[in-house]
C-alpha cells in the first residue's frame, strides 16, 4: 500500500464540537489591528539583505515625504530608507556608517528633508562617536553621508532631539553625560556639562511644544533645559533639576532609568516608561508634575514609544531576552491595554522578540524596530476608531 492509499482509508479524529480552536482574541500574539514585516533588503528580495549580527534596528525617525529612516548597531551600522508608498514599499540599505557599531536613539529628520543621526559606539578606527547627516537624493556607498561635528572627545552619543525651529540638536554623551548643543545653522558645538555629579543618567531625551529639552538623572529625577540658557555665561549651564522622579516600586529608584519618552504635540504632554519596572507615566511640563498610568505587562522596561494619529500611545514592554508586547493607552477612557506578542504571517512566519526603536508613519502606521540578531521592520496599523452609535 503506497502513501497515498494508506492515507485515503486511514480513520481521522472527528472534530470537537462546541471548542472554538485558533481563538486569535484571546491568543497571546497581537489581537487588533494587523501586523507586517519588511526585510531589510529591496523589495524583500532584489538585494542582500543587511547581515545578521548587524541588522539590530536601534534607531527610527519619519522624514519629509513620509520616508522611514532608520539605522542599525551590531558589528557594523547601517543608515538605511523603507519607501512606504504604492509600487515601492522596498527597504534600502544606504550604506555602513564609517567606524559606527551603535546608532541608538540618535536619529531625527529636519524640515528640509535631511537625516542627522549620531554614532553611540565606534570601533577601533573611530576615537570618538560623530554627528553625521544624510542628504536626500544623495549616492550610495563609501561617503553618503556628511560628518557635522565631534561634540564630546572620546565618547559617543547616547541620544538625540531636533528642534526644527531653531536648528539646533540636543544630546548626551555616552559616558559622562555632557549636555550639548548642536547649532545646525552654524556648525558650533557648547557644553553645557554633566547633567548628574555621578554620571548617572538616562540615556533618553525628549523635547516639549515649547523648546524645552527634558531628561532624567540620577534616581530617575527629571532634569529641564531651557534653550533661553545659552545666553547664560559662567557656571549656570541651563540643567535645572525638577525634583519629580518617574515612578517605579518603592526602593527601586536606584535602578530607575527614564527608558524611552515621546511627545504628544496636540495635548503638549510628555508620556515616558521607567526602566525598573516598566511603569508608564505622563509628565506635564506646565506644572512640572508625574502621574503613573500602570504597567502594560509584568516584565520591566519600556523599550520604546510613539503617539499615533489616533491620539493613542503606542509602545513595546518587556525585559532583555524575553518576548516583547505591544501595548496601547487610550488617553480618553484612560486604558491601558498589552495588545500581545508581535507576529507577522505575510512574506514570512516571523515572531518579534526584541525592540528598541518606534515611530508613527504619515498615514497612521505605527513602526517598530526590532533589534534581533536577525531583524525586520515591523509594520502595526491600528484598527480605525468606530463612530459612536446617534443618540
Known amino acids: 500500500m503506497n502513501i497515498v492509499e494508506h492515507l485515503r482509508e486511514r480513520t481521522w479524529p472527528t472534530r470537537p464540537e462546541k471548542v472554538n480552536l485558533g481563538d486569535y482574541g484571546v491568543g497571546t500574539f497581537v489581537r487588533e489591528g494587523h501586523v507586517q514585516t519588511r526585510a531589510l533588503q529591496r523589495h524583500q528580495n532584489l538585494s542582500e539583505p ?17 520616508l522611514i529612516y532608520g539605522a542599525t548597531s551590531g558589528k557594523r551600522s547601517h543608515l538605511f530608507c523603507y519607501y512606504p508608498g504604492p509600487g515601492q514599499d522596498s527597504v534600502v540599505d544606504l550604506g555602513v556608517l564609517p567606524g559606527a557599531k551603535e546608532v541608538r536613539r540618535s536619529l531625527v529628520a529636519t524640515a528640509d528633508g535631511r537625516v542627522i543621526g549620531g554614532v553611540s559606539v565606534t570601533d577601533e578606527s573611530e576615537p570618538s562617536g560623530y554627528l553625521f547627516a544624510y542628504p536626500r537624493r544623495s549616492k550610495e556607498g563609501d561617503g553618503f553621508v556628511e560628518r557635522l561635528a565631534t561634540p564630546v572627545e572620546g565618547e559617543g552619543i547616547a541620544c538625540l532631539v531636533l528642534d526644527n525651529q531653531l536648528e539646533r540638536l540636543y544630546g548626551l554623551s555616552t559616558l559622562t553625560g555632557t ?13 553645557r556639562g554633566p547633567v548628574d555629579e555621578t554620571n548617572t543618567f538616562s540615556h533618553t531625551l525628549v523635547l516639549d511644544n515649547s523648546g524645552n529639552v527634558y531628561g532624567a538623572k540620577s ?20 540643567l535645572t533639576p525638577l525634583g519629580v522622579r518617574i515612578p517605579s516600586v518603592a526602593g527601586r ?52 514609544m510613539t503617539v499615533g494619529a489616533d491620539g493613542r500611545v503606542y509602545g513595546v514592554a518587556g525585559d532583555c531576552d524575553g518576548m516583547g508586547h505591544l501595548f496601547r493607552y487610550d488617553p480618553e477612557p484612560r486604558e491601558l491595554i498589552d ?18 526603536a518606534a515611530c508613527t508613519g504619515e498615514w497612521g502606521e505605527i513602526y517598530l524596530g526590532e533589534s534581533d540578531r536577525v531583524s525586520h521592520l515591523f509594520l502595526y496599523f491600528p484598527p480605525v476608531r468606530r463612530r459612536l452609535p446617534a443618540a
Not at 543587511?50 to 513620509?66: D, F, M, N, Q, Y
Not at 549636555?179 to 557644553?191: A, I, K, R, S, Y
Not at 516608561?273 to 512640572?288: K, R
Not at 495588545?339 to 528598541?356: I, K, N, Q, T
Open 50 to 66: 543587511i547581515p545578521p549580527g548587524e541588522c539590530a534596528i536601534t534607531s527610527l525617525c519619519r522624514a519629509k515625504g513620509g
Open 179 to 191: 549636555f550639548f548643543v548642536h547649532n545646525l545653522e552654524d556648525g558650533t558645538v557648547t557644553c
Open 219 to 238: 534616581l530617575g529625577e527629571l532634569f529641564k533645559y531651557e534653550p533661553i540658557s545659552e545666553c547664560f555665561t559662567g557656571p549656570d549651564s541651563g
Open 253 to 304: 529608584s536606584y535602578y530607575n532609568r527614564l527608558d524611552s519618552a515621546v511627545l504628544d504635540e496636540q495635548t503638549g504632554l510628555i508620556y515616558g516608561g521607567g526602566s525598573a519596572d516598566g511603569v508608564l507615566f505622563v509628565f506635564d511640563p506646565d506644572t512640572d508634575t508625574v502621574t503613573a498610568l500602570g504597567k502594560a505587562v509584568a516584565a520591566p522596561r519600556v523599550r520604546c
Open 339 to 356: 495588545l500581545g506578542a508581535p507576529y507577522s504571517g505575510m512574506d514570512r512566519v516571523w515572531h518579534g522578540y526584541e525592540f528598541d
